[in-house]
């Protein structure tokens, strides 16, 4: 029996793990196949560009323009930094406002991760040169898995490959994970499933957008929306276990999170990134 239960204590804890590397291995899957017609794709969606959708999703409130679709996802951040500070005094004392202080401290410890340990490296480390750079030949193009001689100081706007506006959608994956895990049953399985659906729906809306305005390759967001979403993934169930946390076990007891292995995570993500360029360097490329 003992055996049994050790059993099914690890199969549980491969299931995650396993769907991190099912996600993984689907982006490159879809990255292998479209990688061919990267730039035909982005070029017909360019000159497909439907202005007011592409301005709608492009502009932000926070650059002086009228509020747009990019502006949504920081406000949640937003929300979600203020009920952080907000109940932290009263959080020890109603286990709701300790799920909500949970909440809010997953999707912004997540959101900072994504950020400094994913998109923002890879940006400046790959060095892809955007495709109005190329269209104008002051870049060559280069493919999605190969770092490019674009160099990211020159320009403010930094490398191409990943897309950091579509990243902000991530919160609404992040979200998802959040409510499927407390608010789960039966009857409901297909919303919150529908739900996590219309997140990444939203995510490929703005990389397309991004693509028709020719700030992006089609599979620079298709990386961040595969990639941010194996990383949520991730910190969702191996790092912070937070299926176990808004689910409390029959002993009412919580995995502990170790400091240094928050700290440690996206540190270790810029390194993977800093060693690739390095390496690239050395083979004279």
Same mark, same amino acid.
């Given at each position: 029996?003992?055996?049994?239960?050790?059993?099914?204590?690890?199969?549980?804890?491969?299931?995650?793990?396993?769907?991190?590397?099912?996600?993984?291995?689907?982006?490159?899957?879809?990255?292998?196949?479209?990688?061919?017609?990267?730039?035909?794709?982005?070029?017909?969606?360019?000159?497909?560009?439907?202005?007011?959708?592409?301005?709608?999703?492009?502009?932000?409130?926070?650059?002086?323009?009228?509020?747009?679709?990019?502006?949504?996802?920081?406000?949640?951040?937003?929300?979600?930094?203020?009920?952080?500070?907000?109940?932290?005094?009263?959080?020890?004392?109603?286990?709701?406002?300790?799920?909500?202080?949970?909440?809010?401290?997953?999707?912004?410890?997540?959101?900072?991760?994504?950020?400094?340990?994913?998109?923002?490296?890879?940006?400046?480390?790959?060095?892809?040169? *955007?495709?109005? &750079? /190329?269209?104008?030949?002051? @870049?060559?193009? #280069?493919?999605?898995?190969?770092? $490019?001689?674009?160099?990211? +100081?020159?320009?403010?706007?930094?490398?191409?490959?990943?897309?950091?506006?579509?990243?902000?959608?991530?919160?609404?994956?992040?979200?998802?994970?959040?409510?499927?895990?407390?608010?789960?049953?039966?009857?409901? *399985?297909?919303? &919150? /499933?529908?739900?996590?659906? @219309?997140?990444? #729906?939203?995510?490929?809306?703005? $990389?397309?957008?991004?693509? +028709?305005?020719?700030?992006?390759?089609?599979?620079?967001?298709?990386?961040?929306?595969?990639?941010?979403?194996?990383?949520?993934?991730?910190?969702?169930?191996?790092?912070?276990?937070?299926?176990?946390?808004?689910?409390?076990?029959?002993?009412?007891?919580?995995?502990?999170?170790?400091?240094?292995?928050?700290?440690?995570?996206?540190?270790?993500?810029?390194?993977?990134?800093?060693?690739?360029?390095?390496?690239?360097?050395?083979?004279?490329?």
């Amino acid at each position: 029996m003992q055996h049994q239960k050790l059993a099914l204590t690890r199969l549980q804890e491969l299931v995650p793990q396993a769907g991190t590397i099912k996600i993984l291995v689907a982006t490159c899957f879809v990255l292998a196949a479209i990688g061919p017609w990267d730039q035909p794709l982005t070029h017909w969606l360019a000159e497909h560009r439907v202005a007011s959708f592409a301005q709608y999703w492009h502009q932000s409130i926070f650059e002086g323009d009228p509020i747009g679709a990019s502006d949504y996802p920081v406000f949640l951040y937003i929300i979600a930094l203020v009920v952080l500070i907000l109940i932290l005094p009263w959080k020890a004392k109603h286990d709701r406002l300790a799920r909500l202080w949970l909440w809010s401290s997953f999707i912004l410890y997540s959101g900072l991760v994504t950020a400094i340990g994913f998109i923002h490296p890879l940006k400046h480390l790959w060095g892809r040169a *955007r495709p109005y &750079l /190329v269209a104008k030949d002051e @870049a060559p193009f #280069s493919p999605w898995y190969l770092p $490019g001689a674009f160099d990211w +100081m020159s320009d403010r706007f930094s490398g191409s490959l990943p897309s950091g506006h579509t990243s902000t959608f991530l919160i609404l994956i992040t979200l998802s994970y959040c409510i499927y895990h407390r608010f789960y049953r039966q009857k409901t *399985r297909l919303i &919150l /499933v529908l739900a996590l659906l @219309a997140s990444i #729906s939203l995510s490929f809306a703005m $990389g397309v957008s991004r693509s +028709m305005q020719m700030q992006h390759w089609v599979t620079d967001w298709i990386l961040s929306v595969g990639g941010g979403w194996a990383l949520i993934h991730y910190l969702f169930y191996q790092v912070w276990k937070m299926d176990q946390r808004l689910t409390p076990t029959s002993h009412g007891k919580t995995p502990s999170l170790s400091a240094m292995t928050l700290i440690a995570i996206p540190i270790l993500m810029l390194g993977w990134f800093l060693s690739l360029r390095l390496l690239w360097s050395l083979l004279g490329r």
